[in-house]
Nanobody
Framework: QVQLVESGGGLVQPGGSLRLSCALS????????LGWYRQAPGKQRELVAR???????NYADSVKGRFTISRNNAKNTVILQMNSLKPDDTAVYYC?????????WGQGTQVTVSS
């Protein structure tokens, strides 16, 4: 079992920045991939960014160049740094841990980009 707790969401103006953090606990050794997903009202949950055990990353086209995912192994956290935020980034953001054959999810944190 892996437990994930997100923090760092909130309200920000367009062009602003937010830093999401996901604290990991439990069977961390079993994790192969860590990712951030988001779900806007009326839309399907989508991948935002993912980082593998080896440090390889991939991003949704809509966030490339603006968002950065990183992992702090010493603190057992995964970070999503979000810059140049747009209203279309408004969603609930979920942290995900892939530990085949299981997927673990956090409870989500709301990000609202609005003036």
């Amino acid at each position: 079992q892996v437990q994930l707790v997100e923090s760092g969401g909130g309200l920000v103006q367009p062009g602003g920045s937010l830093r999401l953090s996901c604290a990991l606990s439990g069977s961390i050794f079993s994790i192969n991939t860590l990712g951030w997903y988001r779900q806007a009202p009326g839309k399907q949950r989508e991948l935002v960014a993912r980082i593998t055990r080896g440090g390889n990353t991939n991003y949704a086209d809509s966030v490339k160049g603006r968002f950065t995912i990183s992992r702090n192994n010493a603190k057992n956290t995964v970070i999503l740094q979000m810059n140049s935020l747009k209203p279309d980034d408004t969603a609930v953001y979920y942290c995900n841990a892939g530990a085949y054959p299981y997927d673990y999810w956090g409870q989500g944190t709301q990000v609202t980009v609005s003036s």
